[in-house]
């Protein structure tokens, strides 16, 4: 049983559109994260909920709305794409103490 | 603000020889550090963390990491290098406070071991 998952693995989309990622955790934390990998590799926190309540809302365009239905899941909705939010988007959650767990990733591909 | 730098994006060591991955520090708090790995397609995972407990850290899969607040580093090391550590290596910090914590990674350090 996959601790955290992301669906779906892959998204191919032409500029403007708008796309949707899911994430779900089954370790009972309260704690779950966005995180942006660009083509570089390089991490960037987006956001965090803990609870179902926004805790980390980084300097992030407002086209990116994050939703949590309850502690298990975190969507990220993303409007009017651009070729810039081409990247690898990771959930990830937490029991505290800065340990994350890391879903598999979302590649999303902007054309 | 805390963050991380690690020295040298890429690595090459070969198979049996010593792994040693640089991270330096910069934390106004008393930190946690962290050291994640990412296999090529799959997402971090972690190797090991410091915090504050025992200043040398063991891991997973052989690794260890020497935490030095002279020196502001957490290096992470492995003896003999296997075909099997090829991946990308990040350093990370959160403070050390209590709830929820923002965890901040390096650039990354990307590991090739030749045979």
């Known amino acids: 049983d996959t601790a955290v998952s992301q669906t779906p693995k892959y998204l191919v989309t032409q500029m403007g559109n708008d796309k949707s990622i899911k994430c779900e955790q089954n370790l009972g934390h309260d704690t779950m994260y966005w995180y942006k990998q660009d083509s570089k590799k390089f991490l960037k926190i987006m956001f965090s909920y803990n609870n179902k309540e926004l805790i980390i809302n980084e300097t992030v365009p407002n086209r990116f709305s994050p939703k949590s239905p309850d502690k298990a899941h975190l969507n990220l909705h993303i409007n009017s794409l651009e070729l810039g939010d081409s990247a690898v988007y990771f959930c990830a959650s937490s029991l505290g103490g800065g340990e994350l767990f890391f879903g598999e990733g979302s590649r999303l591909t902007v054309l | 603000a805390q963050s991380v730098t690690q020295l040298g994006s890429h690595v090459s060591v070969s198979e049996g020889a010593l792994v040693l991955l640089r991270c330096n520090y910069s934390s106004s708090v008393p930190p946690y550090l962290f050291w994640y790995v990412q296999y090529p397609n799959q997402g971090l995972q972690l190797l090991l963390k410091?915090?504050?407990?025992?200043?040398l850290v063991k891991g997973i899969n052989g690794f260890e990491a020497e935490f030095k607040k002279s020196e502001t580093s957490f290096h992470l090391t492995k003896p003999s290098a296997h075909m099997s550590d090829a991946a990308e290596y990040f350093c990370a910090v959160s403070d050390q406070g209590g709830g929820y914590q923002k965890v901040t990674f390096g650039t990354g350090t990307k590991l090739q071991v030749i045979p």
């Open positions: 410091y915090t504050s407990a025992a200043t």
